[in-house]
């Protein structure tokens, strides 16, 4: 193990390998697209309250636009967060485990790297955006280059929002890289999830925790067994949690759809027919959330929307004045709301949300 491991105690490791619900963590703002850090904060006590296992802050779901030096926002809301898992933990809540997303080119990369290091994050989620026209060579070069600074929690993320085809061989070869300890897959494709699957298996890695970001495919994701043959033996892998920006709305409701795929798991039972229902009810839901109707256009002024009818944001603005909702994705939302009652947590929200929002 790296001596950057060291900062990620083994316990938090194991929580990490067992499998948490880590919501990718949304950026709040005010009607002049201004930070609001009493909606900030409470957004992240909301996530702690409902049970997550982490928080991951600075990724898409937070908007990349943090990082323009004209806004100014990136290492400040890394901080807010922060504060609030270590007054959380003061309190005596369980450690979450602490996430930070890192993007650019390699000297953009260590650099975030670093600072994350700095302010007590435990993995950096490496996004590969900005490498669109790397080759496997350039990329586990990149890749190794944030290693040696910071874990990593690699991130496969789908084209439609900026990402970009990445190979089985590809992440075959980052698999071999010492200082990775979980993967996102998120590319919104059966075909690469297997790619990542099969990758991790071959390489025998079986440290490294695998993470649904398939907000299209959530519930089969986490119970989905993959067997691959390698020498001969039959290995199996599961996905045993996920990194989503659909979790970081109605995440109580995640945590408990995450017990209840672990409970079918460790009984071994067969999949209720009910679970099936409910996988399909969400990735309906997250059809809505996320805008698949135009494209994801709307995927982060979505989650907002979700946010802003629980309390917990006054708007759905975004840094870019351009960014908001699709056409229809209003009345989507408002349909998934009615059509599916028993997947949202408003009335945990609707309890706690005052004490959420006091200083």
Known sequence: MSDNNMKLDRKLIQKLQKGVV????????????????????????YYIAAGAGGLAVGVHTTQ?????????LFKPVLQLAIEEINRAQD????????????CGDTKQATTEAALLCDLGYHLGLLSLAAMR?????????????????????????QPAVGGRPLSYNFWRRFAEIKNVL????????????????????????????????????????????YR?????????????GGLLGHWAVWTLKAVEL???????????D??????????????????????AANKFAGCIAGIHDVLRRQGLLEGIWCLNPNESLGPGQSAEIERVYRAYPHLNDDEFVAENRNHWMAG
Not at 91 to 102: E, H, N, S, T, V
């Open 91 to 102: 309190q005596g809540a369980d450690p979450l485990i602490r996430i930070g997303g890192i």
């Open 228 to 240: 691959f043959k390698v020498d001969r033996r039959w290995i199996e892998r599961r996905i045993v």
């Open 22 to 45: 880590i919501p990718a963590h949304p950026l709040a703002l005010n009607v002049k697209r201004k930070l609001d850090e009493r909606r900030q904060r409470a957004l992240s006590r």
């Open 133 to 157: 026209d790397a080759d496997d060579d350039e990329l586990i070069q990149h890749c190794k280059a944030v290693a040696d600074i910071i874990p990593l929690f690699g991130f496969y993320l």
């Open 182 to 225: 979980a993967i996102k897959i998120a590319p919104f494709n059966r075909y690469q999830t297997m790619d990542v699957v099969r990758a991790i298996t071959d390489a025998e890695r079986n440290d490294i925790a695998l993470y649904t970001g398939n907000d299209d495919n959530i519930v089969m994701d986490l119970l989905t067994p």
């Open 64 to 72: 990349f636009e943090i990082r323009d030096p004209k806004i100014g």
């Open 270 to 291: 067969a999949i209720p027919p009910d679970m099936l229902v409910r996988s399909n009810q969400i990735t309906d839901a997250n059809a809505a959330f996320f805008d």
């Open 258 to 268: 995450l017990n209840s795929c672990n409970q079918i798991i460790e009984q071994k």
